[in-house]
């Protein structure tokens, strides 16, 4: 009741700010096309790199989430003292440029090295967009905004399965990460020239109806805050250990689904990508709905 109250009592939503919405949501769909490609194509760059699973599984996960987890943590310092959509968009660039080098990876370490750049730059893409979504839209209205651009990741991920897998098909899975890479490098340009820094705390009214002086936070006060917050301390220690699941099954699904159910790589592309997006998508889809009613 409460947050319908104050979505009723928002202000109304300008066009630039769902444009720019939009722009980040796109990004997001890119971020996560990127990183669920390898699993997705897991069964062709295995026979053609003679590598294990084991290896697959070091490359999407620990190398991955070593450059992923820790390197988010500067980067949200560094997006709070600088402008944020050069941030990001230097992020696009970055994750972009990595995925088309896995395409061009031509033994097991060139592709480790290629990963590690590309959670490297995907690191950047998250923090920096949810200070701009909340910097472009009032209070009333965040809710449906991380609604819909959380509905990246699942878009990202059925894209990443069926249109990478068509390109996987038709010309090869080097083929799908130079093609996914160059539409990365060419989103990254546009977010330059679209999108600009939102004002800094603009939207947050105090008391007195004043926005507050903006200050940067200070990274050792900010840091013994949250772990001082037992809310924000559980809430990410329950949402880490979520990931254990969910980035096991992205990494291993397609690859039980060919292996040990028989499956081509057509079909996947088709029934697969259908079960992530009405599945992880339409949970995302339904929060946002709720928020709006």
């Not at 990963?115 to 909340?134: C, D």
């Not at 009333?140 to 509905?151: E, K, L, S, W």
């Not at 992530?276 to 929060?287: A, D, E, F, P, Q």
Request: with cysteine; proline share 5%.
């Amino acid at each position: 009741m409460l947050a319908a109250a104050a979505d009723r009592s928002a202000p109304a939503t300008t066009g630039r700010q769902w444009l720019m919405l939009a722009v980040l949501t796109f990004v997001y769909v890119i971020n996560f096309l990127d990183r669920q490609l390898l699993g997705f194509l897991a069964k062709p760059i295995k026979d053609s790199l003679h590598i294990t699973d084991g290896d697959l599984g070091m490359i999407g996960g620990f190398y991955f989430a070593c450059f992923y987890c820790f390197i988010a943590i500067p980067v949200g310092w560094f997006a709070d003292r600088t402008n944020r959509v050069s941030v990001l968009a230097l992020a696009c660039g970055i994750w972009s440029g990595a995925t088309a080098a896995c395409g061009m990876a031509a033994n097991y370490s060139q592709l480790v090295v290629a990963r590690m750049v590309v959670g490297f730059g995907e690191a950047g893409g998250v923090p920096p967009s949810y200070a701009i979504i909340t910097d472009t839209f009032p209070p009333g209205r965040r809710g449906v905004a991380f609604g819909i651009y959380n509905f990246g990741p699942p878009a990202g991920a059925a894209l990443g399965i069926a249109f990478g897998g068509w390109i996987a098909i038709e010309f090869g899975w080097r083929a799908a990460f130079l093609t996914i890479g160059a539409i990365g490098l060419v989103t990254a340009i546009l977010v330059r020239i679209i999108l600009r820094d939102p004002p800094r705390g603009g939207l947050d009214l105090g008391a007195n109806g004043v926005a507050p002086v903006y200050e940067k936070a200070p990274f050792w006060a900010t840091t013994k805050m949250f772990l001082t917050n037992p809310v924000l301390l559980l809430a990410s220690l329950g949402s880490g250990a979520t990931q254990f699941v969910t980035y096991g099954l992205g990494n291993f699904a397609v690859l039980f689904l060919m292996e040990s159910k028989g499956m081509t790589l057509p079909q996947v592309a088709v029934w697969y990508a259908l079960a992530v997006l009405i599945g992880m998508g339409g949970s995302m889809l339904s929060r946002a709905g709720y928020s709006i009613s």
